[in-house]
């Protein structure tokens, strides 16, 4: 199986940074797409951020500018640099992590990590 593990998570005070990693371990054959996306108490999950393979790059409007995502290929990890945050920042973010595996090669498969709180308050 695959596992998949953020941290970084935290308090900050509003204009501060803080950033998130997300680290895929297991059987692992190629990891595609890394995402990240946020949820916080009675709301859908939203997406955040995303980056392909090739170091593609995709934003939610509502973090453009302030959040960076990057990733390791040779260590199988993302990264969501954060900056400038928000009180609505705060929210319990996961990385959902594409992967072929070494036992089924022929697919994409999802995997989702436990989350990693991030609060925003003064």
């Known amino acids: 199986q695959v596992q998949v593990v953020e941290s970084g998570g935290g308090l900050v005070q509003p204009g501060g940074s803080l950033r998130l990693s997300c680290a895929a371990s297991g059987n692992i054959f190629n990891v595609h797409t890394i995402n990240w996306y946020r949820q916080t108490p009675g709301k859908q999950r939203e997406f955040v951020a995303k980056i392909t393979r090739s170091h593609d790059a995709y934003y939610a409007d509502s973090v453009k500018g302030r959040f960076t995502i990057s990733r390791d290929n040779a260590m199988n990890t993302g990264f969501l640099q954060m900056n400038s945050l928000k009180p609505d920042d705060t929210a319990n973010y996961y990385c959902?992590?594409?992967?072929?595996?070494?036992?089924?090669?022929?697919?994409?498969?999802?995997?989702w990590g436990q989350g990693t709180q991030v609060t925003v308050s003064s």
């Open positions: 959902k992590i594409e992967v072929q595996t070494d036992t089924e090669r022929g697919r994409v498969q999802d995997f």
